[in-house]
Protein backbone atom coordinates (compact mmCIF):
# COMPACT_ATOMS: atom_id res chain seq x y z
CA UNK A 1 0.00 0.00 0.00
CA UNK A 2 1.24 3.38 -0.94
CA UNK A 3 0.87 6.45 1.81
CA UNK A 4 0.58 9.72 0.08
CA UNK A 5 2.03 12.40 2.60
CA UNK A 6 1.16 16.24 2.23
CA UNK A 7 2.93 18.99 4.67
CA UNK A 8 0.90 22.10 3.81
CA UNK A 9 -0.19 25.48 5.55
CA UNK A 10 -1.66 25.90 9.17
CA UNK A 11 -5.21 24.30 10.25
CA UNK A 12 -6.21 25.77 13.33
CA UNK A 13 -9.82 24.63 13.68
CA UNK A 14 -12.16 21.80 13.54
CA UNK A 15 -9.59 19.14 15.23
CA UNK A 16 -12.06 17.87 17.45
CA UNK A 17 -13.80 16.23 15.01
CA UNK A 18 -11.07 13.98 14.19
CA UNK A 19 -10.52 10.57 16.51
CA UNK A 20 -7.54 10.99 18.40
CA UNK A 21 -4.74 7.87 17.79
CA UNK A 22 -5.13 6.70 21.14
CA UNK A 23 -8.64 5.96 20.95
CA UNK A 24 -7.89 4.57 17.10
CA UNK A 25 -5.93 1.82 19.11
CA UNK A 26 -8.45 1.34 22.49
CA UNK A 27 -11.05 0.47 19.73
CA UNK A 28 -9.12 -2.04 18.43
CA UNK A 29 -7.61 -3.78 21.70
CA UNK A 30 -11.60 -3.76 22.28
CA UNK A 31 -11.93 -6.64 20.50
CA UNK A 32 -12.22 -10.68 21.53
CA UNK A 33 -9.46 -11.50 21.18
CA UNK A 34 -10.56 -15.23 22.15
CA UNK A 35 -13.04 -15.38 19.24
CA UNK A 36 -11.72 -17.87 16.45
CA UNK A 37 -12.32 -15.64 13.75
CA UNK A 38 -11.06 -12.53 15.19
CA UNK A 39 -8.81 -9.96 13.19
CA UNK A 40 -8.08 -7.81 16.13
CA UNK A 41 -4.14 -9.24 15.93
CA UNK A 42 -3.72 -8.74 12.36
CA UNK A 43 -5.25 -4.94 12.54
CA UNK A 44 -3.33 -3.80 15.14
CA UNK A 45 -0.28 -4.85 13.99
CA UNK A 46 -1.26 -3.17 10.46
CA UNK A 47 -1.99 -0.34 12.28
CA UNK A 48 1.01 -0.23 14.08
CA UNK A 49 2.89 -0.73 10.82
CA UNK A 50 1.43 1.60 9.34
CA UNK A 51 2.03 4.57 12.15
CA UNK A 52 5.23 3.73 11.68
CA UNK A 53 5.14 4.05 7.81
CA UNK A 54 3.08 7.38 8.17
CA UNK A 55 5.85 9.07 10.51
CA UNK A 56 8.64 8.29 8.69
CA UNK A 57 6.28 9.86 5.35
CA UNK A 58 6.40 12.84 7.54
CA UNK A 59 9.92 12.67 8.49
CA UNK A 60 11.15 13.07 4.71
CA UNK A 61 8.62 15.99 4.05
CA UNK A 62 9.78 18.42 7.23
CA UNK A 63 8.32 16.77 10.17
CA UNK A 64 10.66 17.60 13.40
CA UNK A 65 9.05 15.34 15.77
CA UNK A 66 6.70 16.76 17.37
CA UNK A 67 2.77 17.31 18.10
CA UNK A 68 0.90 20.48 18.80
CA UNK A 69 -1.83 18.85 17.52
CA UNK A 70 -3.02 15.35 16.93
CA UNK A 71 -2.21 12.64 15.96
CA UNK A 72 -5.74 11.85 14.61
CA UNK A 73 -6.86 9.18 12.67
CA UNK A 74 -9.29 10.07 9.74
CA UNK A 75 -11.09 7.70 7.42
CA UNK A 76 -11.69 7.77 3.52
CA UNK A 77 -14.21 5.66 1.67
CA UNK A 78 -11.72 3.28 -0.55
CA UNK A 79 -12.61 4.24 -4.21
CA UNK A 80 -11.97 -0.03 -5.34
CA UNK A 81 -13.57 -1.42 -2.69
CA UNK A 82 -16.36 -1.81 -0.09
CA UNK A 83 -14.23 -0.78 2.46
CA UNK A 84 -12.83 2.07 4.23
CA UNK A 85 -9.27 3.43 4.85
CA UNK A 86 -7.47 5.51 7.04
CA UNK A 87 -5.09 8.25 7.66
CA UNK A 88 -2.95 10.08 10.19
CA UNK A 89 -3.43 14.01 10.64
CA UNK A 90 -1.18 16.48 13.19
CA UNK A 91 0.17 19.63 13.46
CA UNK A 92 3.80 20.40 14.55
CA UNK A 93 5.16 22.91 17.45
CA UNK A 94 7.37 24.83 14.72
CA UNK A 95 5.54 26.88 12.68
CA UNK A 96 2.46 25.19 13.17
CA UNK A 97 2.26 23.01 9.65
CA UNK A 98 -0.23 20.38 9.50
CA UNK A 99 0.68 17.16 8.17
CA UNK A 100 -1.84 14.48 6.44
CA UNK A 101 -0.47 11.16 5.77
CA UNK A 102 -3.45 9.34 3.61
CA UNK A 103 -4.03 6.22 2.05
CA UNK A 104 -4.79 7.74 -0.69
CA UNK A 105 -3.61 10.87 -3.33
CA UNK A 106 -5.11 14.13 -2.53
CA UNK A 107 -4.88 15.43 -5.64
CA UNK A 108 -6.93 19.00 -4.89
CA UNK A 109 -3.44 19.97 -2.49
CA UNK A 110 -1.79 20.17 -5.74
CA UNK A 111 -3.47 23.34 -6.61
CA UNK A 112 -1.68 25.44 -3.52
CA UNK A 113 1.79 26.52 -3.60
CA UNK A 114 3.28 25.85 -0.20
CA UNK A 115 2.88 22.25 0.07
CA UNK A 116 5.64 19.79 0.59
CA UNK A 117 4.25 16.29 -0.94
CA UNK A 118 5.84 12.63 -1.13
CA UNK A 119 4.92 9.04 -0.79
CA UNK A 120 5.86 5.74 0.72
CA UNK A 121 5.35 2.52 0.13
CA UNK A 122 4.38 0.56 3.82
CA UNK A 123 4.76 -3.08 2.28
CA UNK A 124 8.83 -2.36 2.41
CA UNK A 125 8.99 -4.00 5.83
CA UNK A 126 12.60 -3.79 6.01
CA UNK A 127 12.68 -1.38 8.41
CA UNK A 128 9.80 -2.25 10.85
Known amino acids: MLLYGYNFFVVDHNWDYLL ?18 CTAN ?4 SA ?4 FQAKKLAEKI ?3 GDFTRGPYVF ?10 EYGFMFKQYNNGRTFIISPFELEYMDQYEDV ?12 F
Do not use: Q
Not at 20 to 37: G, I, Q, V
Not at 75 to 84: E, Q, T, V, W
Not at 116 to 127: A, F, G, P, Y
Open 20 to 37: PLDEFYKKLLNADFSEPN
Open 42 to 45: EELL
Open 48 to 51: THRW
Open 62 to 64: GWE
Open 75 to 84: FLPNPKGFNI
Open 116 to 127: VKNWINTDDKSE
